[in-house]
């Protein structure tokens, strides 16, 4: 089972509610679909700043990003690593994805967590994979699959 640490360092996540009951309920879904005997995730809702000054320190992106995944070496596990959401990010692209913004954040947190067990897209196969993944997690959360054109 997943257990993770929450830490809020943006007060606008609060309009989501029960964000410890909302991240459960993701991190249940994407252990239904790439399972773990044991594993602790740390999880940081945060604002643009402080994902923006994580994206240039970690990947020299000067840019503020939606979420960002810090895997941990294989001799710190059961720690699994760490997870980083933005808010402004996240919200403005759930609005122009025309999303509800618990789903997306459901959707990110487990991108996230597959990030965290080494999935990438980085190359079309591994994409396929990751998004294969990630739309079976959402879906038995009845949660569209968020890479659909429709």
């Given at each position: 089972?997943?257990?993770?640490?929450?830490?809020?360092?943006?007060?606008?996540?609060?309009?989501?509610?029960?964000?410890?009951?909302?991240?459960?309920?993701?991190?249940?879904?994407?252990?239904?679909?790439?399972?773990?005997?044991?594993?602790?995730?740390?999880?940081?809702?945060?604002?643009?700043?402080?994902?923006?000054?994580?994206?240039?320190?970690?990947?020299?992106?000067?840019?503020?990003?939606?979420?960002?995944?810090?895997?941990?070496?294989?001799?710190?596990?059961?720690?699994?690593?760490?997870?980083?959401?933005?808010?402004?990010?996240?919200?403005?692209?759930?609005?122009?994805?025309?999303?509800?913004?618990?789903?997306?954040?459901?959707?990110?947190?487990?991108?996230?967590?597959?990030?965290l067990l080494g999935f990438d897209h980085e190359t079309d196969d591994e994409a396929a994979e990751m998004e294969a993944l990630e739309i079976k997690a959402l879906a038995s959360l009845d949660i569209a699959n968020p890479y659909r054109n429709d």
């Amino acid at each position: 089972m997943i257990s993770f640490d929450l830490i809020v360092e943006d007060d606008s996540w609060a309009a989501l509610g029960d964000l410890e009951a909302l991240c459960r309920k993701a991190f249940d879904a994407a252990e239904y679909v790439a399972p773990v005997e044991e594993g602790n995730i740390a999880l940081l809702l945060a604002d643009n700043h402080v994902l923006h000054q994580l994206n240039l320190d970690f990947r020299s992106k000067d840019k503020p990003t939606d979420v960002l995944s810090f895997p941990s070496l294989p001799m710190d596990r059961p720690f699994l690593g760490d997870i980083a959401v933005a808010w402004g990010v996240s919200a403005s692209d759930a609005k122009i994805q025309g999303k509800p913004l618990d789903a997306h954040l459901v959707h990110l947190l487990i991108h996230g967590y597959l990030h965290l067990l080494g999935f990438d897209h980085e190359t079309d196969d591994e994409a396929a994979e990751m998004e294969a993944l990630e739309i079976k997690a959402l879906a038995s959360l009845d949660i569209a699959n968020p890479y659909r054109n429709d």
